[in-house]
């Protein structure tokens, strides 16, 4: 029963993410867009025997994911919220558990959506040299290692409005991405904020993108994420349950 | 008969308000029991925690003897809240059919129960274009779709007009005969007057009375005496026994407490006395005189 149930709740997300694809339009369009400008521009530049193009796909890519899966789910929660649905859900014979993992699992496929169409703009301005199994590696860890993520948006929506749910994980992800090299790599940034990168989980994320496609140790990154996982799962359990009291 | 719905010694806070104050109150199969009181009585705050959406903070809650908040217990319950907001964009045919796949059944038990309550019309029709009183439908199919053995429904009958009132009753006994419990909130007293084998009456958290309507209607000691008579007002204020006169229509109505007694003197007043008939209160006229002494014995 419980696959069948998780099967309607990922359709009903998909239907209303289809249905109304503003929302979703935004942070897919902005990513890709902005990754598509500054590959084009910086793509060739190649450091380590890998190309620009290669690198910004994963430091770009990270950005891309976290701004489908940090986002969708807190502000579908909140949403629900907001307007009685979480409720509805509440009082069936479902545990949440089903519903927010649904509403996780159904942004998958717009992180791969994005990660794709930064790949093919990449292919596009000749800057991409990575086999199909590193891409589909990159695709993986990211969309893994956005878990945590996915899981402080939700933490934020069950205590926030949608709009503010909105302003507050944007208020998180833009400086994070800055203060990460999401964007720029750290090497062209000011000091002090490739000091203050080590202690951001969008670093680590990150880098463990990084290393599928040039290599590097991934341990330190993996303990962070999952260490932050950890925190950020107990977060969401207490501002779950205060929600529900 | 088995106990569907068990609550015992219910206590809810919520900050410095007592939305319960020890709230006893069961439901059998095929009963169905109708909750009672003035708005802020505590009727939403007990249907939440029946349904598992808050916290008993002392006392006891069982539905088909389990513990609502626990999400299997859920199965035996099909709720409706005192109001549902649905996914603008999701069809209604698809909120049918997701209720009942996450109440163990086949999607196809949806169309069954959308002809039942008359939302086969409006089946592709999103959730967001419905009016009202039509999403109130689309909540009562939802609720329905499990089969539950306890349905919980918070003022079911909000923004129904008359004819999907008259359908939602006829379901619910439908339900009834194939042994569902019903608790109901309502303002609508007199219409659940007719349906309801117990009233539970809760005012400011308390349980004030819970027994068969004509029961509670037999409490209150007032009957209304209803006539055509030529004595005026003044005279008829004078007759032993009257505690109200209302001359406004045609007919005269005499509030009294002892109308036999009313009614001989009367009799051998007015030889052309007609149209003569007693009257009980009504359920609705219980429910005000219990909540209205409690008001008065608190503020006293
Ligand atoms: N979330 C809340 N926080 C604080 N107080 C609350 C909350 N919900 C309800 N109350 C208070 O608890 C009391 C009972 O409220 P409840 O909603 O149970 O009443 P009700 O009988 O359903 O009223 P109505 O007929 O208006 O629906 C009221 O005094 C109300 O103000
Ligand atoms: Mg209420």
Known sequence: ?245 | MSTVLEVQGARHRYGATVALDGVDLAVEAGECVALLGPNGAGKTTLVNLAVGLLPVHEGRVRVAGGDPRIAATRRHLGVMQQSTGFPRTLKVGELVAGAAVRAGMRRSAAGQVMAEVGLTDLASRRAGKLSGGQRQRVALAMALVGDPALLILDEPTGGLDVSARRVFWQTLAQRRERGAGVLLTTHLIEESAAVAERVVVLHEGRVLAADRPDALVARLPERTVIARTNLDAQRLRALPGVVSVDTGSELVRLGTRSPEALLRVLLAEDPDLSDLRVEGARLEEAVMSLTDTATMEVTA
């Open chain 1, 1 to 245: 029963m419980s696959a069948r149930v998780f099967g309607v709740e990922v359709l009903d997300e998909l239907r209303g993410i289809m249905r109304e694809p503003t929302a979703l339009f935004f942070s897919v369009v902005m990513p890709v867009g902005f990754f598509a400008l500054f590959v084009s521009i910086f793509g060739q530049q190649s450091a380590g025997g890998v190309s620009g193009g290669t690198r910004m796909l994963a430091t770009f890519g990270t950005f891309g994911v976290l701004s489908v899966t940090l986002m969708n789910p807190g502000i579908g929660v909140a949403d629900d919220r907001e307007r009685g649905w979480l409720r509805a859900k509440q009082v069936s014979a479902v545990p949440l558990g089903v519903t927010l993992a649904a509403k996780v699992a159904a942004a998958l496929p717009y992180a791969v959506g994005v990660l794709l169409a930064m790949t093919v703009a990449a292919a596009a301005t000749g800057s991409l040299d990575a086999s199909l199994a590193t891409l589909l590696r990159l695709g993986a860890v990211l969309m893994i290692g956005s878990l945590p993520f996915a899981l402080l948006g939700m933490a934020i929506g069950f205590q926030a409005g949608a709009n503010a749910s909105a302003a507050i994980l944007n208020a998180i992800l833009m400086p994070s991405a800055i203060a990460s090299g999401l964007w720029m790599p750290l090497e062209i940034m000011p000091d002090v904020i490739g000091r203050i990168a080590p202690f951001l989980p969008t670093y680590h994320l990150a880098r463990l993108g990084l290393a599928q496609v040039n290599g590097g140790g991934v341990l330190e990154h993996v303990l962070v994420l999952l260490a932050t996982t950890a925190v950020v799962a107990a977060i969401a359990a207490v501002s779950y349950r205060h929600a529900r009291a």
